[in-house]
Structure formats: structure tokens, C-alpha cells
């Protein structure tokens, strides 16, 4: 049973506009949400955190919103660069640093 | 500062066998995890170490055991391996109760 979902297996955005990554769970308890990239054979590389008491949380070009009713999380990227081509997995937690992962989305950004 | 640092970075094993992961965490990070990553489910936990105490622990069978020692450098053991368990292990530390995850490059198992 997938508690974290990232339902776009993959996005593809020009470069300079707006990638909106998208991530839905099913557990209210969750109380804190990390954004993650990764490139092949690489660990994954922190991007951004949000918890249950925020609903924004900017960091330069990343932007994450959490919308706790809709149990939704998103982030966002302004403007795209094509550095930024890799998978995003979003994660949550209700604890413990036990995280449950969704199964990532792979963003392309075209020059 | 180091990051984390897994070892080794690859290995092959034959079903049936055991393996031991290691895992040097940041320096001052006390809390260490372990994760799965597989194509087909995803990034699963494993387990996580606070202070040498085990907090939590995953939907892994038994085969799946780990440890953490004083200086917070952590071992991961799967014994009797399966084909199955073909993976890339990720560790990652955390300074505390909970926060940011920072991973290693992992550690890919492959078993034949």
C-alpha cells in the first residue's frame, strides 16, 4: 500500500518556465515532507523541506506547497534549467526519520 | 565536511550467501538509515539508527539486520540472500529527531 504517490511517471518543460512536480498521500500523520533529485548512480541530493505547520516554503528557485487537506504536495522550479533534468522523488514522515518515498517523477527540461 | 559515505560501492553476491554494508555518516549526525531502492518499488525503508538504538524498522524480513556503533557509523547485514534482494542499499544520516535525509552514493548488490 503506497502511501506517498507521484502519479506523472515523468515531465517534460522548456527551459526558463515553471516544472511543477506533483506528489499525493494518504496518511494525515504525516507531519514533515522533503523534496529530493537524483541523477543516475548517484544518491539522492536534498532539494527542500516543508512541515505540517507551513503551506510554502521558498529556496530560491524551489518552491514547495502543501495543501494539508487535499493531502497534496507539490514543487515548484523557476525558471527550469536544463541542470535540472533528473528524477524528483518526494517523501514524508510522521517520525523517527522513517520516510516513505513515492516512485519519482523524471523531469526533462529542453534548451 | 565529508558527506556520507557507503561501502563498497559495488559487489556480487550467489543466493544464499551474506553481505555487510557499511555506512559512514556526516560528521555530528547521529541518526543513520537505511533504504532500498529497487526499479520496481521504489525507495523502501529499512530501518533507523539514533544513538545506537534501533527507532524503527521497515517491512523486512529478518534476513534484513543493522546496527549502529558509538562513533554512529552503521552496518547493514542481509544473510541467506535472495535474488530478490538485488538492489541499491542508500544510507542516509540525519542530525536528529527528524530532518533533512542526507544520502551516500549507495551500495549496488547484485545477486546471482
Known amino acids: 500500500d503506497q502511501q506517498v504517490k507521484q502519479n506523472s511517471p515523468s515531465l517534460s518543460v522548456q527551459e526558463g518556465r515553471i516544472s511543477i512536480l506533483n506528489c499525493d498521500y494518504t496518511?494525515?500523520?504525516?507531519?514533515?515532507f522533503l523534496w529530493y533529485k537524483k541523477y543516475p548512480a548517484e544518491g539522492p541530493t536534498f532539494l527542500i523541506s516543508?512541515?505540517?505547520?507551513?503551506d510554502k516554503n521558498e529556496d530560491g528557485r524551489f518552491t514547495v506547497f502543501l495543501n494539508k487537506s487535499a493531502k497534496h504536495l507539490s514543487l515548484h522550479i523557476v525558471p527550469s534549467q536544463p541542470g535540472d533534468s533528473a528524477v524528483y522523488f518526494c517523501?514524508?514522515?510522521?517520525?523517527?526519520?522513517?520516510?516513505?518515498f513515492g516512485s519519482g517523477t523524471k523531469l526533462n527540461v529542453k534548451p | 565536511k565529508a558527506g556520507v559515505t557507503q561501502t563498497p560501492r559495488y559487489l556480487i553476491k550467489t543466493r544464499g550467501q551474506q553481505v555487510t554494508l557499511s555506512c559512514s555518516p556526516i560528521?555530528?549526525?547521529?541518526?543513520v538509515s537505511w533504504y532500498q531502492q529497487t526499479p520496481g518499488q521504489g525507495l523502501q525503508f529499512l530501518f533507523e539508527?539514533?544513538?545506537?538504538?534501533?527507532?524503527n524498522k521497515g517491512n523486512f524480513p529478518g534476513r534484513f539486520s543493522g546496527r549502529q556503533f558509538s562513533n554512529s557509523r552503521s552496518e547493514m547485514n542481509v544473510s541467506t540472500l535472495e535474488l530478490g534482494d538485488s538492489a541499491l542499499y542508500l544510507c542516509?544520516?540525519?542530525?536528529?529527531?527528524?530532518?533533512?535525509?542526507?544520502f551516500g552514493e549507495g551500495s549496488r548488490l547484485t545477486v546471482l
Open positions: 560528521s555530528g549526525h547521529r541518526s
Open positions: 516543508i512541515s505540517s505547520i507551513k
Open positions: 542516509a544520516s540525519s542530525q536528529g529527531y527528524t530532518g533533512e535525509l542526507f
Open positions: 539508527y539514533f544513538s545506537e538504538t534501533q527507532r
Open positions: 496518511n494525515s500523520m504525516f507531519d514533515y
Open positions: 517523501a514524508a514522515s510522521e517520525g523517527f526519520n522513517k520516510f516513505y
